[in-house]
């Protein structure tokens, strides 16, 4: 069984930073593409960006680019999502995903693994 954990959000004011974690339980953690995705109130879910599971590939979504940086420690079996530069239309609960392949995507429906979430608020 795949279990997700992510820690690290909390409240920040903007143009501050936090590290998202998301640490992965099951097996072959390399094997796989992870993702962040995050939602706002009332809002769906969006992409944020993904990583393959060498590291090697990368996507993020234009509203992040060259704010938040995606990586992973595959000895550690853990993502991170580095975010700088936060701006109160950042405030979301953040969810780490897993893909379903070694390739990366932007679409919930490659990930079929999910974390519980982590909420980040950013003060104006």
């Known amino acids: 069984q795949v279990q997700l954990v992510e820690s690290g959000g909390g409240l920040v004011q903007a143009g501050g930073s936090l590290r998202l974690s998301c640490a992965a339980s099951g097996r072959a953690f390399d094997n796989y593409a992870m993702g962040w995705f995050r939602q706002a109130p009332g809002k769906e879910r969006d992409f944020v960006a993904a990583i393959s599971r060498s590291g090697g590939t990368i996507y993020y979504a234009d509203s992040v680019k060259g704010r938040f940086t995606i990586s992973r420690d595959n000895a550690k079996d853990t993502v991170y999502l580095q975010m700088n530069d936060l701006k109160p239309e950042d405030t979301a609960v953040y969810y780490c995903?897993?893909?379903?392949?070694?390739?990366?995507?932007?679409?919930?429906?490659?990930?079929?693994?999910w974390g519980q979430g982590t909420q980040v608020t950013v003060s104006s």
């Open positions: 995903a897993r893909a379903g392949t070694g390739f990366i995507g932007r679409m919930m429906s490659e990930f079929d693994y």
